[in-house]
């Protein structure tokens, strides 16, 4: 059984046929996996700009864990295992985009991320956390993060655990609670012009102006949004402030291990992220509050339910 949108907001439960498990694969049967507010909103909404492997109907989905319930003599897993799943590419007649919103899922076991089994439903926000942790390698630690979604509080959070302080920015009032350790403030209310490091994950190109009227000379805007838009922004303020522009592109196996170090280095903390479960049968509603409502942070579908 997998998530299968069929096209453009049309949405099912349906069953599908898995390739032949190889020496080197494992076949997982998964626990939870999370829904994406930023590219499988573009892919329920349509609006995904070209992206390869893109056509309809697919299985969406990257952020899974569950059990090893085979493991071939070559993949290096043990039956038994929780794993996480950055995705799959194991359906037969029908693309995987990211493939990983399945209750069974083949996966090269060198892609398979073991975690903790008390972890539970939290490992699905491995893949958020090695994005930003990716984000942030590239660069010095964000001074302003923009958005207070489940990316931009894990960013937070990880800036926190590697020393930083960072402000963050965000307008609507319903996603201005739940900081650890650092500050939350409408951006009306924020006059500093003097950013050194600005890390946009709103997904809002036509911000770029603001940002960029907001840096110190030399400074730099990181975009770890993903943007349906074609982007643009005025020349002559970023001319003056000799800007910087870097888009962060999606996390690496680096990543995965430098999240999970600090996490159980209990450095980072997954706690109080996930505000809304759901039973894989109700995917359809699910999807739709996901994408509709701002007071849902974090979306997990529960396939443990599974018919």
């Keep these: 059984m997998a998530i299968v949108l069929k096209e453009p907001r049309s949405l099912v439960l349906d069953e599908v046929r898995l390739v032949e498990l190889t020496e080197s694969d494992v076949l997982v049967e998964v626990l939870f996996s999370g829904i994406s ?27 899974t864990v569950g059990i090893v319930r085979e493991a071939g003599p070559a993949s290096g897993r043990t039956v038994g295992e929780h794993v996480f799943v950055p995705g799959a590419r194991c359906f037969q007649g029908i693309s995987g985009l990211f493939g990983g919103a399945a209750h069974h899922l083949i996966a090269a076991g060198s892609k398979v991320i073991p975690v903790p089994a008390g972890l539970g439903e939290d490992g699905v926000l491995l893949a958020l956390a090695a994005t930003g942790s990716h984000a942030l390698a590239g660069g010095a630690l964000p001074d302003l993060i923009v958005g207070h979604g489940v990316l931009g509080r894990l960013l937070a959070r990880l ?149």
């Design 159 to 307: 800036t926190v655990a590697l020393g930083g302080a960072p402000t963050v920015w965000e307008k609507n009032p319903v996603r201005m609670g739940g900081a650890v350790g650092y500050e939350v403030i409408d951006p009306a209310t924020d006059a500093r012009c003097d950013y050194r490091s600005i890390y946009d994950v709103s997904g809002d190109g036509k911000l770029l102006d603001t940002l960029i009227a907001r840096l110190a000379r030399g400074g730099e805007v990181v975009l770890a949004g993903f943007y349906e838009a074609p982007l643009s922004f005025v020349f002559p303020p970023a001319f003056m402030r000799e800007a910087r522009l870097r888009i962060a592109a999606e996390f690496q196996p680096p990543d995965l291990a430098a999240v999970m170090t600090l996490i159980t280095g209990g450095r980072l903390s997954l706690d109080g992220l996930i505000t809304h479960r759901s039973p894989v049968g109700d995917a359809a509603h699910a999807y739709e509050t996901a994408f509709a409502d701002p007071a849902c942070v974090k979306m997990i579908l529960d396939w443990r339910t599974c018919p």
């Design 37 to 63: 507010t930023g590219t499988e909103r573009l892919l329920w909404s349509g609006r995904m700009p070209h992206f390869p492997g893109l056509q309809y109907p697919l299985i969406p989905g990257y952020e």
